[in-house]
């Protein structure tokens, strides 16, 4: 397994998930993602918007794709990584430097995401659960985050 302090273990309605973060890539971004882990945030949130051949977007507990953390936006860490099937990378609005806590998986290539959005991770186990998820914008009855955490606090 990768380092406990940068792997994100998401049990999800359809089973885990395993997600290697990129400190390399986006400092900021890995830091408040564990921030949020930490304070339990993701618990309970819907993926609200999942996209066949896209991504499933998750992050809002709201579940209404308008909802954040109490947290400051973060400053856009764009990098060259691709966006391809299994990458996690942030949502935001029109606002390069409007992402706060929501996040997709892409299920697929999408290339023209790639240095527009922050990329802080990858799927390295079950994306098979994440191919299950509900499709929908905002989707019905939507897969859910039950928990969230970090493998070094899983102990």
């Known amino acids: ?23 390399d890539l986006a400092p900021g971004h890995v830091e408040r993602i564990k921030t949020l882990v930490r304070e339990k945030f993701y618990d309970g949130a819907p993926f609200h918007r999942v996209i066949e051949g896209f991504m499933a977007q998750g992050g809002d507990p709201t579940g209404t794709g308008t909802g954040g953390s109490k947290h400051p936006d973060l400053k856009a860490e764009f990098s060259a ?3 391809v099937r299994g990458v ?5 609005t ?28 990858k799927v390295t186990a079950g994306m098979e659960n994440v191919d299950q998820f509900k499709r929908g914008e905002p989707a019905r009855d939507p897969d859910r985050i039950t928990t969230a955490r970090l493998a070094a606090d899983a102990a």
């Not at 792997?7 to 400190?23: F, Q, W």
Request: glycine share 4%.
């Open 1 to 23: 397994m990768a380092e406990p302090e940068n792997t994100l273990i998401l049990d999800t309605t359809k089973g885990e998930v395993v997600i290697a973060l990129r400190p």
């Open 81 to 83: 990584e691709p966006h």
């Open 88 to 92: 996690c990378s942030m949502a935001r």
């Open 94 to 121: 029109s606002n390069p430097n409007s992402a706060n806590s929501q996040f997709f998986i892409c299920f697929a290539d999408a290339s023209f995401l790639d240095r527009q959005y922050t990329v802080w991770g």
